[in-house]
């Protein structure tokens, strides 16, 4: 443990920004997985819908520095192409 005040005041900064990030992290895998579950069910307007949702909810992981931006391309490129197999 850090006997510094300054480095114990960075592992409480650092502490509390894991949390908040991996908050935003939840937030956004579970919008994936509503637009994945959607589409294992065949329905497409959910499925649409979901997937309008989910785009800026990634979009904002970027701009926030959680995942890269070639990440969000993939992950978006990816639910796009399952959505639209469905029809």
């Known amino acids: 443990m850090a006997n510094i005040a300054s480095a114990k005041k960075r592992a409480r900064q650092a502490q509390k ?15 994936i997985k509503r637009v994945l579950k959607a589409v294992d069910e065949g329905n497409v307007d959910e499925a649409r819908q979901a997937f309008q949702k989910a785009v800026p909810v990634i979009d904002s992981m970027v701009n926030k520095g959680i995942i890269h931006k070639n990440n969000a391309a993939r992950k978006k490129s990816r639910l796009c192409a399952r959505v639209k197999a469905l029809g």
Do not use: P, Q
Not at 18 to 30: D, G, I, P, W
């Open 17 to 31: 920004r894991y949390l908040h990030n991996k908050a935003l992290r939840s937030r956004m895998r579970t919008s």
